[in-house]
């Protein structure tokens, strides 16, 4: 009796491998693009950036006008003004060089904080699919080294779930 016992909870975690897993595969690059959140997000990005293009041309505009007067002018200033107006110029591209670093920050600051509710929505609904149809694993086709004919394109319902067609 003991051994038979025994011989049973031995073979109790067999079983458990033995239950067969439900894998599916959901493309969440083509779920995001479809998502209405996508969309927005970028179009709020190139409007972004177009400001920061424009201000970017404004600085430069700026500097090819004082640079150019001092250029027409130099020979006949003063060496003091001449030594400031060189240094309003170093300060002119220092000032630009700092906006394209801070532009920069906030332009990934906000495509964070705009594409991590996107990401956010997706993984709740993709969790929830996953939920409703009894998958045991979800997995992205474009991470996947192999991927036999037994698993399940879970894409379409994701994007039902989101209300995307």
Do not use: C, H, W
């Not at 038979?4 to 975690?13: G, R, S, T």
């Not at 424009?54 to 030594?83: C, G, H, P, R, W």
């Not at 906006?99 to 990934?108: E, G, L, V, Y």
């Amino acid at each position: 009796m003991k051994k038979l016992i025994i011989f049973l909870l031995m073979m109790l975690p067999l079983g458990v491998f033995a239950q067969e897993s439900k894998i599916a595969i959901v493309n969440t690059q083509e779920v995001i693009q479809a998502m209405p959140e996508f969309a927005t997000m970028q179009k709020q990005m190139a409007d972004m950036e177009a400001k920061y293009k424009n201000e970017m041309q404004v600085m430069q505009d700026e500097y090819n006008k004082k640079y150019s007067d001092f250029v027409a002018q130099q020979d006949s200033l003063t060496e003091n003004i001449k030594m400031r107006r060189m240094q309003e110029l170093q300060d002119m591209e220092q000032r630009t060089q700092n906006f394209i670093q801070i532009s920069q920050q906030d332009f990934q600051k906000k495509q964070g904080e705009l594409f991590t509710p996107i990401q956010d929505k997706l993984k709740n609904a993709i969790k929830a699919v996953g939920d409703e149809k009894g998958y045991t694993y979800i997995l992205d086709p474009q991470i996947v080294l192999y991927q036999g004919n037994t698993a399940v394109d879970a894409t379409q319902f994701v994007k039902a779930k989101l209300g995307i067609n």
